[in-house]
């Protein structure tokens, strides 16, 4: 139908498909109706509908409902229009009242193709189950083939992720997009993971404010990774744990109870960062960031913010304000807040260009003026084809893998808990799990001061700045001769016990306290003497003892339990260990308290009774001995005195055996007894002794005079 509204304008009236075309390309709008006017090469339609088959998207699933007047202007090859009812009947059921745009490109429309496109006006849809287990709210779209969701001019656009119906993560972004292959992504989120404290009841949550983001929705698992466009370099920060997490990316399931982290998966097996507590300091790092002129980058931006004074916000600020304020070029700041938002002081917002200062910017600088207390605790870890770290939801325990930190002359992967201190551990495997607050478990070596401990089941806890040994399998020590550090020699095994490495509030040592480390041992432990006479008091295996019952017929001295303070400062002389000894049947037990004996061994030398007539009996009063009795890593042996029936041998050195006697007298002498029994008188001087004290049978062999028997016989 053709008609002339007025002498110069000519209308055509159509019903039906208005298609506007290229070569390669075609934008259809179905059943409108409208009138084309040809003076001006303008459209005005009413109704009709449009979809995206251009794309294989099925026209019933996805499409917009066109309003009673609409308006285009074909000399233009895109067009807008507004007031839409839009559908997309596979995510939400909900009509949406949104803007269209399209546009007939010289090219055939691909996967990156931007049109057409469709936005809702508002952003404030919430849409329960949008995918399996997430939620969403934000305003809502199509661009291209792809899902648009977009946040609003003062809140962004939030996906909610449900395991076991409960929340456990938050993503938020400007724009997010969604793909016919349900692949959800966004190169800039704040994502907030959260881990509930089944105990306490509380939320706490690892979070994360500038992310690239993909989920699969397929697979049900979403990878969040730190960007490399600037502004994505800062660490996780994990305040359930109470660590800052500087490692590329985090993986993620629905459908698991695990969430990873490492490299971004690639050619490159390496995966390399740092776990670091969020009271992390050391001097060195810090005037690592000084400036060319020596001030601190930190030190500036205080000053600006005690002179900025927002009293709305007091840590948040332009980056342009603080460019005035510095007399710098835009441009060298944002380096700056980059460089310290790497760092994990700052956080920078690119799309508003402000920063904002965290808690730990100061703490770090207050930690810098010695005026507060802080910690050296760093976990360097490099993997190979695993993961670095691997975060459990059902506990919330992080397990820490690849732990290759090193520290100058320790051998193997070391974490520093005190440097003042000393103390350093060792974990087995280069693992430790992390739990609530900076506490974490572990096996492995533990060093503090002049005691090294190797042990199994160990808790150290971050408040109370202590190491709960639960199984010590031995304690080796070194103490001070004179200005030389000496190592003792051999172990006390099977200890359990507390190291106080310094007070809970003195993390740093700041505050002088010589008394630390100290170490309480809360059980008896165990000093075997597995290599003396010759290795005849080995127990064997004693890796399940439990108590001195499973020792019985053994050869051990047991430790009482003790303290020992001053571990930075051991002296020979204040190494003391009360205990007694449980030879074995050899001799009854007695108690005598453990020091450094000449050769730098762990023993003792015992002295029976007060005098001469004093005895032990031996091998169930088999004999007696009198005098001195010693033990070392020399050997078990004793000077003075033994008994056999009606003889009397001395020596300097009596060398004790399970169930015999060895040694060089300088003295015997025989009785007969007074009831007849044909002992003979006997005497002399130095004789070789063996006594078999089972057989029964005791030897001498003469070594330079005879044997004086009966007063004037002499054999030799």
């Known amino acids: ?28 709008i179905h059943s409108t109706s409208g009138s084309y006017y040809l003076e001006n090469n303008v459209w005005k339609g009413s109704g009709g509908r449009v979809d995206w088959a251009r794309f294989d998207i099925p026209a019933e699933q996805v499409y917009c409902e066109l309003p009673l007047h609409y308006e285009l202007d074909l000399t233009r090859s895109e067009y807008a229009i507004d007031s839409v009812v839009f559908h997309d009947k596979h995510y939400f059921e909900e009509s949406i009242l949104s803007r269209f745009e399209d546009k007939v490109l010289v090219n055939a429309p691909n996967e990156r193709t931007m049109f057409p496109r469709v936005k809702s006006y508002r952003s404030d849809y919430y849409i329960r189950d949008i995918l ?63 881990m509930r ?41 994990d305040h359930y744990h109470g660590f800052d997490i500087y490692l590329e990316a985090m993986y993620c399931s629905l459908d698991n109870n695990t969430v990873t982290f490492r490299r971004m998966e690639g050619l490159n097996p390496k995966s390399e960062g740092d776990v670091v507590s969020v009271n992390y300091f050391r001097a060195d790092e810090f005037n690592l960031l000084r400036g060319l002129d020596g001030r601190h980058p930190m030190v500036r931006i205080e000053k600006f913010l005690q002179d900025y004074n927002n009293p709305d916000s007091p840590n948040l600020f332009f980056a342009g304000d603080l460019a005035t304020y510095l007399q710098f070029p835009i441009e060298q700041v944002i380096s700056m807040l980059l460089r310290l938002q790497a760092e994990g002081y700052v956080e920078y917002f690119s799309d508003e260009k402000q920063g904002l200062v965290l808690p730990r910017f100061f703490d770090v600088l207050e930690s810098s003026r010695d005026n507060i207390d802080f910690d050296v605790i760093k976990l360097h870890t490099v993997t190979n084809n695993e993961p670095n770290i691997r975060l459990d939801l059902n506990t919330n325990d992080m397990l820490v893998f690849g732990i290759t930190s090193t520290i100058d002359g320790i051998v193997g992967s070391a974490i520093s808990l005190s440097d003042r201190k000393y103390v350093v551990i060792v974990p087995d495997n280069g693992r430790v799990v992390l739990t609530k607050d900076r506490d974490f478990r572990f096996s492995g070596g533990i060093i503090a001061g002049m005691f090294e401990f190797f042990t199994k089941d160990c808790l150290f806890t971050y408040d109370d700045f202590m190491i709960e040994m639960n199984k010590v399998d031995s304690l080796r020590l070194y103490a001070r001769d004179d200005r030389h550090i000496i190592p003792v020699s051999g172990t006390i095994e099977k200890l359990k016990g507390r190291l106080m490495i310094d007070r809970g509030n003195n993390k740093s040592s700041r505050d002088e306290t010589p008394e630390y480390p100290i170490f309480y041992s809360d059980d008896n432990a165990y ?39 001053s571990l930075n400062d051991l002296s020979m002389r204040k190494v003391r260990f009360d205990g007694e000894l449980v030879s074995a049947g050899i001799f009854p037990t007695f108690e005598e308290p453990l020091v450094v004996m000449e050769d730098y061994s762990l023993g003792f030398s015992h002295q ?34 033994l008994d056999y029936q009606t003889s009397l041998f001395n020596s300097d050195q009596f060398m004790f055996y399970l169930d015999s ?12 007894l007074a009831d007849g029994t044909l002992f003979p008188n006997a005497s002399a001087e130095a004789l070789r002794l063996k006594w078999d004290v089972y057989t029964p049978a005791l030897t001498t062999e003469t070594i330079d005079n005879p044997i004086c028997m009966y007063g004037d016989t002499y054999f030799s």
């Open 132 to 194: 399996e287990d997430v939620d969403f709210f934000g305003g809502l779209g199509m661009m291209g083939n792809q899902v648009d969701v977009f946040g609003g001019l003062d809140k962004k656009a939030i996906f909610t992720f449900h395991r076991h119906k409960k929340e456990f993560l938050r993503v938020q972004a400007q724009r997010f997009m969604l793909s016919n292959e349900e692949i959800l992504a966004s190169d800039h989120v704040a994502m907030r993971l959260f």
């Open 527 to 565: 000093k075997f003497y597995r290599n003396i006479n010759p290795g005849v008091f080995n127990p064997g295996n004693v890796d399940s003892l439990a108590t001195a019952d499973d020792l019985a017929d053994k050869f051990y001295f047991s430790v009482y339990p003790f303290r020992v303070d």
């Open 608 to 641: 029976i009774g007060n005098g001469d007539s004093d005895t032990y009996p031996m091998y169930n009063d088999l004999g007696r001995f009198h005098n001195m009795i010693h033990l070392s890593e020399t050997g078990f042996w004793g000077n003075g005195q």
């Open 197 to 237: 404290d089944t105990i306490a009841g509380e939320v706490d949550s690892l979070y994360h404010n500038g992310l690239g983001f993909r989920f699969d929705n397929h697979k049900r698992s979403a990878i969040f990774f730190r960007s490399d466009k600037g502004y994505g370099d800062g660490p996780f920060h």
């Open 661 to 672: 006697v060895t040694g060089i007298t300088n003295r015997f002498a025989m009785t007969p």
């Open 1 to 28: 139908k053709m008609g002339f509204p007025s002498d110069n304008e000519c209308r055509v009236s159509i019903t039906g498909d208005l298609v506007l075309a290229s070569q390669k390309d075609e934008s259809v």
